[in-house]
């Protein structure tokens, strides 16, 4: 005789078992038309994608561009948000890079901008979060007569100095990686201005540029010999901070290999995107650091370098967190924001002395809508719901 689950049991599996359809929306700079929402299987998951373009208007389109795209799946219904985010960024990423594939299209990178969850049938509310990146396009700190004077004097050995070609390489690495927002690509701007500096960093630490002497035993006969091996020995060196990897300490050595082995995996794509998780941000800062260091120190202005440092990056990930009740979402190809029109200005507040951000954002046709700001506290690529810092706000 089969045994009787029990009530709790039942329950217990229901809610194990209880499914949600999750929606991502995502922008594009390129404008594109695709006639009818595709249904597909991404990545082992069942999904619908549409692509709209951001203007109806020929002229308008080739003009300002843009489109939105949005795809919709299914996960449990106690699935993260950010977690959902990112599988859906991940599904309509491959899906635009199998469109380039077979059409040639020019697509720029993809920018996040909602995710939301609605539980089978509709019922409870709808959460969601929307990203805000809030972008400061003015630095923060004054180019003083000090900041000026250095840089003088750092253009002038660049000038005079026989390595000053490379000097001035290993500088617009530098700069370029301190400026481009994504994190693999700015690593490998900055590995490559690593690499410009390995001839004077190597004749610095009395070694041979490129190359370092090894031996080896023959298995035939037993004969030892010995051979060049192309390294990054100055560069190694100035990691280490010696030229005995042995002498190396463990910090060193853990920067040494973080930065060595990302670069082996993103040059030769080893690995998928959300396999790396933050580690190039956490590459990136250190290379970033040897660069600067290695620059200031070849250049013979060692006071401009520093023990501490800091990498300014990107916008503010700021979100906005937030539910409302509905009994269904509209039709895929009519999803847009859910917080219609999000704009965002800097402004003066007396209890503050620097500029704070004031939202605005349009909340028509939405019920019982309940919405407050966060801050991600971590990378998007590792976050999750409970990174997201809460911050302090005023309604107008």
């Known amino acids: 005789m089969s045994k009787r689950p029990r009530e709790n049991d ?8 209880s499914l949600a359809t999750f929606r991502v929306l995502v922008k594009q700079a390129l404008s594109i038309d695709v006639s009818k929402t595709e249904d597909l ?8 994608i549409v692509i709209r373009p951001a203007h109806n208007d020929l002229a308008t389109q080739r003009k300002f561009g843009g489109a939105t795209l949005a795809v919709e799946f299914r996960k449990a219904a106690d699935y993260d948000l950010i977690a959902a985010a990112r599988d859906g960024f991940e599904l309509i990423e491959d899906f635009l890079s199998a469109i380039t594939v077979v059409s040639g299209t020019t697509f720029a990178p993809s920018e996040i901008i909602q995710v939301a969850k609605l539980r089978d ?3 409870g509310d709808c959460d969601f979060v929307q990203f805000l990146p809030l972008a400061v396009r003015h630095w923060h700190e004054e180019i ?14 660049w000038d005079g100095l026989e390595s000053g070609r490379r000097l001035r390489r290993a500088a617009r690495r530098y700069r370029f990686a301190a400026g481009t927002m994504d994190d693999v690509s700015a690593f490998l701007e900055a590995y490559t201005g690593l690499e410009a500096m390995e001839k004077p960093l190597a004749i610095a630490a009395g070694l041979s540029p490129g190359s370092e002497d090894k031996q080896a035993i023959c298995p035939k006969c037993g004969h030892e010999y010995s051979y060049k091996r192309t390294a990054l020995v100055g560069v190694r060196a100035l990691v280490h901070r010696t030229i005995d990897p042995a002498q190396a300490d463990e910090d060193h050595l853990a920067d040494w290999k973080l930065i060595n082995s990302l670069r082996n995996q993103v040059t030769h794509s080893l690995v998928d995107d959300h396999q790396l998780k933050d580690r190039p941000l956490n590459a990136l800062i250190a290379t970033m650091h040897y660069l600067h260091d290695a620059i200031c120190t070849c250049s013979h202005c060692p006071e401009i370098s ?13 979100v906005l967190v937030g539910h409302y009740v509905t009994s269904e979402w509209p039709v895929l190809e009519e999803w847009s924001q859910i917080l219609k029109n999000p704009v965002y200005e800097w402004v003066r507040h007396p209890d503050y002395t620097d500029l704070i951000p004031e939202l605005h954002f349009e909340v028509k046709g939405l019920g019982s809508v309940g919405v ?3 801050r991600l506290k971590k990378a998007f690529a590792v976050a999750s719901m409970k990174d997201i810092d809460r911050q302090n706000f005023e309604y107008d």
């Open 121 to 123: 049938g509709g019922k």
């Open 10 to 17: 039942n329950k217990s599996e229901r809610a194990a078992t």
């Open 144 to 157: 003083t007569d000090d900041k000026l004077n250095s840089a003088r004097k750092l253009l002038a050995h």
């Open 306 to 318: 520093s023990t501490k440092y800091t990498l300014a990056r990107g916008p503010v990930d700021f």
């Open 41 to 48: 299987d991404i990545q082992g998951v069942r999904c619908r």
């Open 372 to 374: 407050w700001p966060g």
